[in-house]
Each structure stands twice: as C-alpha cells, then as structure tokens.
C-alpha cells in the first residue's frame, strides 16, 4: 500500500497540497494518507474533517513524512524535512525549479527523488496536472478583485437620478490563463476591458470576452507565433511601434493589469515611470510578475507602492489569498499527477520514469539533478 505524507507548509503559504475530498479519492485507491495536525487550518480544512475522509494525523511534519513514499508539498520544503523521508521517496510539489540552484542541489543530496509541477508538458493527458494553469486563473480572478477592492471609484457604469456614473477602464497585458480570467472577472464587473499580447492567435479569445484587442497589427505581427503557439522574438522597429501604442492607451486606463512571468527569469519591464506618470490620480496598477521583479518599473514586491497618485499593487503569491479554491484545484492537480504510478494490483508506488510525465517533471533522482532544463538553468 502506497503511504502518503503531507506536512504543513510555511507562514507565508495557506494552501496545503491535499484536500479531504482528494484524500477521499486516494484512499479509495489504495493509499495510506498521513497529514500533519493543523496543515490545512488555513485553507479551511480541520484534522476532524481529514479523518472523515480516512487520513491519519501526525503530531509533527516529521511524523508525517518519515514513513512517506510520496510527499506533496506546495512551495519546496527545508533539507531538514529532507532528510526525515525515506531515500528514493517522491517529493511533490512546486519547487521552483529555477531559483536558489544551491538549495535545490541540497535537496537532491537527501536522495529523495524531486518532481516539479511546473515543468508539467503541455500533452492532452496532462491537462488535469497543470498547477500553473489552475493556480494563474485564480490570480488573475483574485487581481481584478484586489484593483476593485483599492479603487476609489465604481467599476460598472451607473445610470442614476443625479447622475451617470461612468464605467472604469480596464487593461490587461498579456493574455495567458491568468489574462483571460483578469478580462473575464473585469467584463462580469461591468468594465470596459482592453487587453494587448504578441500572439496574434489570442485576439479571438479577447473578443470572445467582449474585451477588445489593442496591438499594432501589421505583418510582423501575423507572423509572431511559432507552429508550437509560442511567441516570436519581434524587431526592435516593431517592439518600439507597440511599446508607444501601449503607452498611449496606459494614458486613459484606470486599472492596468500585467501578467507577463517567465519562470527562472527577471520579469520583462512593460509599464515605465513615465507611463505610471502619465496615469490618472487614483489609477491603480496591478503586477502579477511581482515574485521575479515586477513588469512595472516602480513595483516593490510584497508591497503597495505609490507614485503620484498611482497605486502599483505588488502583492505575492494571489492564489493563495483565496486558498480554499487554491488549494482545492491544486490537490486535485496532485492526484491527477500521482494516480497513474500507483500500480493496480498491488497498490504500491510504481513510477514509470520512460514515461513524459515523469520525463517532464522529475528534478532530481538517486542524488543528482537528472532534468536538463533545471542542470542548464534554461526555462523553454
């Protein structure tokens, strides 16, 4: 029977990487679930609620893992913890694998073998796995609600006795899962949405939100997507073209939402100082790329910054501000992932490493780091 601990995350993580309704469908599997007292308090889930749905509970995250041989984890866990698994144990979860290369070395020192979620290939079959899918479109939900939240004006327009008040302006840079959710959540709200990115295949998903497109669209521009729906690396002619179109459109926005995050790397700059200065007392900025840098010049990650007037929102971790959600959809990603390498008949842990879901996420194994992209610090 396949054992499977879960310990309780930091203090700046609420959400935890299994849900009482996943440990249901695990041990209906064949699993044994141990999870650590109190891991899922944050994200509304008591030690009552886990053993009605068949899971033990531990007294420390040691207890909960040493006898493990899958841990799931959200954010990647201290060597010490490590060390209290079995060697040859699978750690879980998202271990940002592009950051702190000494750290993760450490961790793959211990002998458990490492698989990152982020690194999940885009296959069909892996769709149900895909955390930074399920996780971005909450962060983009949870960024409209936040802009809302700081903006000092409503965001429908208002038909009243005194008056018509006006519905606020919203841009979304970047149209990528936390993008179409951001233009989504602003549209229910009774916005006016626009929205920009460099692939020219995602103007029909902004219509379809009844958002409109904002890019300058000449020939380059039909030509800057990849056969594999990656974007191309534009002219420095057309980067200067749309860099001045975008900024006279920040001109009259209210709330800016950027999204632009490639994992390992410094998030691309999108919105100048003289942009921010250009905006509207009162308008409000929101950086989804906050974590590596901000896409807003004047960003202060983990903080609210004000310039002339302008707010720059740049909050961490969106998703877990809503981590019952969060957690939820993660859990199940987790599930997903796992249930295919638990063997049928003897209900034991049997990873397939031939297969590309285990090619694709595996960091690390007997030891060494084992994925080339992480070996390399390449994040494509």
Request: without cysteine; glycine residues 8%.
């Amino acid at each position: 029977m396949i054992a499977i601990g879960v310990p309780a995350e930091g203090s700046e993580e609420p959400r935890i990487g299994l849900t009482p309704e996943t440990v249901k469908k695990l041990v209906k599997a064949g699993a044994k679930v141990t999870v650590r007292s109190g891991a899922g308090l944050r994200s509304h889930f008591s030690d009552d609620d886990y053993k009605e749905a068949g899971a033990s509970i531990a007294k420390s995250d040691e207890d909960a893992v040493s006898g493990a041989d899958v841990v799931f984890t959200v954010r990647r866990p201290s060597v010490e913890l490590a060390k209290a698994m079995k060697k040859g144990a699978a750690l879980i979860g998202m271990l940002d694998p592009f950051s702190d290369t000494a750290g993760l070395e450490a961790l793959a020192k211990t002998g458990v073998s490492l698989f990152s979620m982020e690194l999940m290939p885009r296959i069909t079959r892996a769709q149900s796995m895909d955390v930074l899918s399920s996780q971005s479109n909450l962060a983009g939900y949870k960024a409209v609600v936040n802009a809302a939240a700081e903006f000092e004006r409503a965001l429908p327009m208002m038909m009243t006795a005194a008056g018509t008040v006006p519905a606020a302006r919203v841009f979304v840079m970047g149209v990528g899962v936390a993008g179409l959710q951001a233009i989504a959540t602003a549209r229910r709200l009774g916005a006016i949405v626009t929205a920009t990115d460099v692939r020219p295949a995602v103007k029909e998903q902004v219509a379809s939100l009844g958002a409109k497109f904002i890019a300058v669209e000449d020939e380059e521009f039909k030509q800057a997507e990849t056969s594999g729906g990656y974007a191309k690396e534009m002219s420095d002619e057309y980067k200067k073209k749309q860099a001045e179109l975008v900024a006279e459109h920040v001109k009259n926005q209210d709330i800016v939402i950027t999204t632009a995050l490639i994992p390992g790397r410094p998030a691309p700059k999108l919105i100048s100082k003289a942009m921010i200065e250009s905006m509207k007392p009162g308008s409000i900025i929101v950086d989804l790329a906050a974590e590596r840098g901000g896409n807003a010049e004047l960003t202060k990650p983990g903080e609210v910054a004000e310039h002339k007037g302008v707010r720059i929102l740049g909050q961490l971790n969106l998703a877990g501000q809503v981590p019952v959600n969060a957690s939820s959809l993660y859990a199940r990603n987790l599930q997903a992932f796992i249930e295919p390498f638990i063997d049928k008949e003897t209900k034991e842990l049997a990873i397939d490493w031939d297969d590309e879901l285990a090619i694709g996420t595996a960091i690390a194994r007997d030891g060494a780091i084992v994925n080339e992209r992480v070996a390399g610090g390449k994040t494509s």
